[in-house]
């Protein structure tokens, strides 16, 4: 297993002799609902498109889940396994191979299996994805905005946790990402051997009225302090974007 962040919520994940892409934000800015003046984060240095890819594999369809320019430039013919909303972003752009998985669906990819989970929230009606990775004994979850609930009673151990560690706060909203308690309980009941951060920092830079709003708590450092103080053997390594970490996993 080599995982590489991409910065954001961005995952390239080669595993056996699959490479799957993750949430995948590669060019062009980041904008929500084309409000610039609200947020926009850009790039701060060129980075190539990865030069292959078997699976995309999207959370959530909001931009920086399923990223719109990026989206284009990929090869459509890429299959692609999504949440339902995401999915209708991938088939109106002309994916051949799209599957949309619910909650509690699976799907085999080659000797990789995809479980979604309920995961973040968005807007009053829409619950999207949260995911299970398993390949033989090994297994990785995902959740990009640290909303877990079923995944606590998962019976199964959980290798690799990606999720946020830090929280992102709007006034008079709360939390809209939730990393701090919500990654310290998903450990207490998972025992996860490592937890990778993920949805904050990179190489990116951001500008709109977003920015002033918004509000960040906590660290890498401080949550793998809070980890040690109850006993917890997981590790929060220090991993770098676009740099492949091979987790040495037991």
Same mark, same amino acid.
């Given at each position: 297993?080599?995982?590489?962040?991409?910065?954001?919520?961005?995952?390239?994940?080669?595993?056996?002799?699959?490479?799957?892409?993750?949430?995948?934000?590669?060019?062009?800015?980041?904008?929500?609902?084309?409000? @610039?003046?609200?947020?926009?984060?850009?790039?701060?240095?060129?980075?190539?498109?990865?030069?292959?890819?078997?699976?995309?594999l999207?959370?959530?369809?909001?931009?920086?889940?399923?990223?719109?320019? $990026?989206?284009?430039?990929?090869?459509?013919?890429?299959?692609?396994?999504?949440?339902?909303?995401?999915?209708?972003?991938?088939?109106?752009?002309?994916?051949?191979?799209?599957?949309?998985?619910?909650?509690?669906?699976?799907?085999?990819?080659?000797?990789? $299996?995809? @479980?979604?989970?309920?995961?973040?929230?968005?807007?009053?009606?829409?619950?999207?994805?949260?995911?299970? *990775? %398993?390949?033989? @004994?090994?297994?990785?979850?995902?959740?990009?905005?640290?909303?877990?609930?079923?995944?606590?009673?998962q019976? %199964?151990?959980?290798?690799?946790?990606?999720?946020?560690?830090?929280?992102?706060?709007?006034?008079?909203?709360?939390?809209?990402?939730?990393?701090?308690?919500?990654?310290?309980?998903?450990?207490?009941?998972?025992?996860?051997?490592?937890? *990778?951060?993920?949805?904050?920092?990179?190489?990116?830079?951001? $500008?709109?009225?977003?920015?002033?709003l *918004?509000?960040?708590?906590?660290?890498?450092?401080?949550?793998? $302090?809070?980890?040690?103080?109850?006993?917890?053997?997981?590790?929060?390594?220090?991993?770098?974007?676009?740099?492949?970490?091979?987790?040495?996993?037991?």
């Amino acid at each position: 297993m080599e995982l590489t962040w991409l910065d954001s919520n961005s995952w390239l994940i080669d595993w056996g002799n699959k490479r799957i892409l993750l949430d995948p934000w590669l060019v062009g800015p980041l904008v929500f609902g084309g409000a @610039e003046w609200l947020f926009k984060a850009e790039r701060t240095a060129y980075r190539p498109i990865p030069d292959r890819v078997d699976l995309i594999l999207l959370s959530q369809g909001l931009p920086d889940h399923a990223h719109p320019p $990026t989206l284009a430039i990929l090869d459509r013919s890429i299959p692609v396994v999504a949440s339902p909303t995401a999915a209708q972003i991938c088939q109106k752009m002309g994916y051949q191979n799209v599957q949309a998985l619910g909650h509690h669906q699976t799907i085999d990819f080659q000797e990789i $299996t995809i @479980e979604a989970l309920p995961g973040a929230p968005v807007g009053a009606t829409t619950r999207e994805n949260a995911y299970i *990775l %398993r390949q033989g @004994e090994q297994t990785i979850y995902y959740e990009p905005h640290g909303f877990h609930d079923q995944i606590l009673q998962q019976p %199964r151990p959980i290798d690799v946790v990606i999720t946020p560690v830090i929280d992102l706060l709007l006034p008079l909203i709360g939390a809209v990402i939730k990393g701090k308690e919500s990654a310290l309980q998903l450990c207490s009941a998972l025992h996860p051997q490592l937890l *990778l951060p993920t949805a904050a920092g990179g190489d990116l830079k951001a $500008t709109g009225l977003l920015l002033k709003l *918004l509000r960040a708590e906590g660290s890498v450092q401080e949550m793998q $302090t809070a980890l040690t103080q109850r006993g917890l053997s997981t590790i929060v390594p220090q991993i770098k974007p676009w740099e492949p970490f091979i987790p040495s996993l037991t």
